[in-house]
């Protein structure tokens, strides 16, 4: 048999042991058998391997190619400045990937939090007598001493037990604290047996004794533990989106740098020339300051949403979280407050919500038998709280001590004379106490319990004979109550003689009913509603109880219909792969009861639907199934440090309607990636086209590696970074989430970006070099050296045309539906700032000894200003037309949120 199913002889005899405890010599011997109460740590990267990973993903492996073919074409043929372009690149590839380190360091201290939710030291019965050891030298056989407020060093079998109760929210999810008893159990599954307690609960009431039978890695704890260690990463949307942006961008750049080394060897040009200027276009055509832009992008990002009281652990959720579809959320403390309430009182007969009885003195007085059970019957401790006295143990009792104390007229002090402590069997606790009404006998506990034990009810401040019709109008309010998922508690009394020392629980006067709810979080019926407009599932995975998850559910707004489908922990154990897949489609669904492995497997049927899953949580028992989502996200105050660890980012204030903010910025974060990578690849054609003229017109190049450069790490940095932190569109939220196959680049940006925007700005960009050099005197065929100051002086022209078309080109890009005057010119203040900074480094670079030497530049003749200016017309006319054609053949402006 199992222990739990064993009596207390037998259970300490299956392990072995005595009821004084185990001798010090067979704990040391048991000891080097099952090894510390501890909870290994699974072997994890190394924080090098780690570093060395940010370093090189694949798109900073396109960097480093980059870079490489940049130091060849130096060695190949030096002095063209190839050398600090590779350097440069090396720079930019560390800046990012340490940076990127930085920011999402993941040191995953998940098992060592949870040795700290296990007490340091616990008193343990060995040789008979009562020691202080360190949890960590528990062993089998050893037996403890529990008692309220402490929590429970390892799993155990209650051999002992005065009214004790624990709260297992950690591990089963569930808020309500569970009363716990040293008789042996029928039930099968000893996870349900009341004479278990498990390591990391806390007693919340009572005392007893315990013999420990499982310990470290062998506990309900420890399993959890594993689970969250196999669960392993998921990666996120916008790292597979990446991964794919990288191939398709490195695939671009040497597919054109093979098919300009063709088109040279064709045209006659030297094989090593020929690979020089190759080299020169896939570097090109490589966006180096799309990495270290992102990387910023979702910093600044993960700083406004701190702002909303969202802290992000690991960058790419930022993003995953805005293109999510399902949001698996844990009821207690996430949906709900997390403290409970009396929300309805039956006085009596008469039932009255409790905000009713305020004002009415009468009332509260012929009713205070029922406030002074509700004081008398509990097991709390007085404690303090940021130095202010509190009430410690159960939430229930705290929350039914304050009521009596809120109505009461005057609470009598009782002193307590005896108690029957709450058990399972009995369903109730009762204690005699002496006070202003003399010695009386109080009771509280299910009316199912109380009432068969009751004669009579105190109706209308009178004592009077208990009849059937009143049992049923009691029955009947006990039905509405629970139908309102609120937990009911009865309450009765009866006078004792004075000195009476033991009172039977038996011809009791009835004196109401209670209902407790822990309430829904104010702002989360408007965060669900703004979920289901945004195209969201919430769905509601809990611990709890069918019918306080159900009601509770109803008020957020999460149901409505009369028969929502509820699926148990045990029915989903039913389920097979297939069946839970298809329960899943069902419009309105709860589950309830559920372990934490049960909610994994919620997680990967989703995913198997191909659903993008969020998860929130605050216990140990979420841990996994955070661990296993696209995104998981733990509470910040309620949450326990494993949660956090587990988790990709956490709800500061543990409020459910800040995921919906942080939806928000999640959503305008894709659309603003798509923003700047439009404006990067404009200005990567125009860098593009003076190798194209060179090949195919034998025309000199008209732009530098290192001016290139200077546009893709310099100028446009700050307004790429600008394009990144757009804010999000009004209409963000009633959009439903993007579709799986939408991709950063896809043939729309591309056809903008490269045919339509690029090659206006490279036709800018080509006009002025052309216009600089035959202002000089250059004729066609002539290849002027490296360092002649007209070809200084012409590709400077060109650097100045980019730089002033992406100034254009910047405010463009803030959409591409809307008009520039929609968007407006201000409202961005990095984009602001970095159009001054464009200015600035542009006079820095051309008209400044330093920047001349630098990037090989020579101030151009005023006159190019004049020439580049239509250019700029030119593209804001084309784009704000092509704006309007889509406006028109979309039909649904005022919706776009891009």
């Known amino acids: 048999m199992k222990i739990h199913q064993l009596s207390v002889a037998e259970a300490i005899a299956s392990l072995q042991s005595r009821a004084e405890g185990l001798s010090t010599g067979e704990a040391g011997r048991r000891l080097a058998e099952y090894g510390p109460n501890s909870v290994e740590a699974a072997g994890r990267p190394s924080l090098a391997w780690r570093l060395g990973r940010e370093y090189f993903h694949f798109f900073s492996l396109i960097l480093w190619v980059a870079a490489g073919l940049a130091f060849f074409a130096e060695w190949r043929d030096p002095g063209e400045g190839m050398a600090r372009v590779g350097a440069t690149i090396v720079a930019v590839i560390l800046v990012s990937g340490t940076f990127s380190f930085w920011q999402e360091l993941r040191v995953e201290q998940s098992l060592a939090t949870l040795r700290k939710l296990l007490p340091h030291r616990v008193e343990v019965l060995r040789d008979g007598a009562v020691v202080e050891l360190l949890a960590e030298q528990l062993v089998p056989g050893d037996v403890v001493l529990i008692e309220t407020g402490q929590s429970v060093p390892a799993d155990c079998r209650l051999i002992e037990a005065h009214g004790v109760r624990v709260n297992t929210a950690t591990i089963t999810g ?14 099968e599954q000893w996870l349900a047996s009341r004479n278990i307690v498990l390591a990391g609960t806390s007693v919340v009431a009572g005392r007893g004794r315990a013999i420990v039978f499982a310990t470290g890695a062998r506990t309900e704890f420890g399993r959890i533990a594993h689970l969250t260690q196999t669960a392993g990463d998921t990666d996120s949307p916008l790292r597979v989106e990446l991964a794919r942006l990288s191939r398709r961008i490195a695939l671009i750049a040497v597919a054109i740098g093979l098919s300009f080394l063709v088109v040279g060897s064709a045209l006659g040009i030297p094989f090593w020339q020929d690979l020089i200027f190759s080299i020169g276009i896939i570097v090109a055509m490589v966006p180096e300051g799309l990495l270290p832009t992102l990387t910023l992008a979702l910093v600044l990002a993960s700083q406004r949403m701190a702002r909303r009281q969202v802290l992000i652990r690991h960058l790419p959720a930022v993003e995953t979280l805005g293109s999510a579809t ?32 305020d004002g009415h003195p009468a009332l509260l007085e012929h009713s205070h038998r029922l406030f002074a059970a509700a004081a008398a019957c509990h097991s709390l401790a007085e404690g303090l709280a940021e130095g202010q006295p509190t009430l410690l143990g159960d939430p229930m009792e705290i929350a039914l001590v304050e009521m009596a104390r809120r109505f009461a007229v005057a609470l009598p002090v009782a002193t307590r004379v005896d108690e029957y402590p709450f058990d399972t069997d009995r369903m109730r606790q009762s204690v005699l106490v002496d006070g202003a009404d003399g010695r009386a006998l109080y009771c509280k506990g299910a009316p199912e319990s109380v009432l068969p034990q009751c004669i009579a009810v105190v109706a209308g401040g009178q004592v009077r004979v208990l009849d059937d019709t009143d049992r049923s109008l009691v029955r009947e309010a006990q039905e509405q109550m629970a139908a309102q998922g609120l937990r009911v508690l009865a309450f009765a009394f009866r006078e004792a003689q004075a000195g009476a020392r033991s009172v039977p ?28 407009s945004a195209g969201i599932r919430v769905i509601m995975v809990t611990g709890d109880h069918p019918r306080t998850a159900v009601a509770i559910a109803r008020q957020i707004g999460l149901v409505s219909s009369p028969a929502p489908l509820v699926v148990t922990g045990s029915e989903l154990q039913r389920l097979s792969a297939t069946q839970l897949q298809l329960a899943l489609d069902s419009p309105e669904i709860v589950f309830a009861r ?65 995921i919906v903010n942080a939806v928000e910025e999640g959503r305008a974060l894709f659309a ?9 690849l404009v200005h990567n054609v125009a860098e593009l086209v003076p190798y194209l003229a060179f090949a195919l017109f034998r025309l000199p190049v008209a732009l530098t590696p290192i001016q290139a450069l200077s546009i893709d790490m310099g100028t446009d940095s700050l307004t790429a970074l600008g394009l990144g932190a757009e804010k999000p569109h009004p209409q963000a939220m009633r959009q439903a989430p993007r579709s799986r196959g939408k991709r950063l680049l896809d043939l729309e940006l591309a056809w903008r970006g490269y045919l339509f925007l690029g090659v206006i700005e490279a036709a800018a960009a080509m ?50 539906v809307r008009p520039v005057c929609s968007t407006g010119f201000g409202g961005n203040r990095l984009i602001v700032s970095g159009v001054v900074l464009e200015v600035a480094l542009l006079g820095l670079i051309a008209y400044t ?25 030119v593209m804001l006319l084309l784009e704000e037309g092509r704006k309007a054609i889509v406006r028109r053949r979309l039909g649904r402006f005022s919706r776009r949120g891009d």
């Open 326 to 357: 399902v949001i698996c959320t844990d009821k207690t403390g996430t949906l709900t407050q997390n403290h409970m309430q009396v929300r309805s009182l039956l006085l009596g007969l008469e039932p009255f919500p409790v905000e009713a009885l």
């Open 767 to 816: 006009s002025a070099f052309l216009f600089v050099l035959r202002q000089g005197g250059w004729t066609y065929g002539q290849m002027p050296a490296a360092n002649d100051p007209l070809y200084l002086q012409a590709t400077t022209a060109t650097l100045c045309a980019i730089i002033v078309m992406q100034i254009v080109n910047v405010f463009l890009c803030r959409s591409s």
């Open 672 to 680: 603003n990636i798509r923003r700047f990578l439009t404006y990067v």
């Open 849 to 873: 000894p330093w920047g001349n030497a630098l990037f090989d530049t020579a101030p151009p003749p005023a006159a190019v200003w004049i020439g580049i200016v239509p250019f700029a017309l």
């Open 174 to 187: 569930e808020s309500a604290p569970k009363a716990r008893e040293a008789i042996e159990s029928q039930e």
């Open 594 to 658: 559920l372990a934490a492995d049960q909610k994994m497997r919620i997680v990967e049927a989703l995913r198997n639907k191909q659903q993008i899953v969020a998860v929130t949580g605050d216990g140990v028992n979420d841990a996994p199934a955070l661990k296993a989502a696209h995104i998981g996200i733990a509470m910040g105050l309620s949450g326990t440090d494993v949660a956090k660890e587990a988790s990709d980012m956490i709800l500061l204030d543990d409020n459910f309607a800040s």
């Open 505 to 532: 629980e038996a011809d009791l006067v009835f004196c109401g009913l209670a209902g407790l709810v822990d309430p829904p979080r104010a702002e989360v019926p408007d965060a669900v509603r703004r979920c289901q």
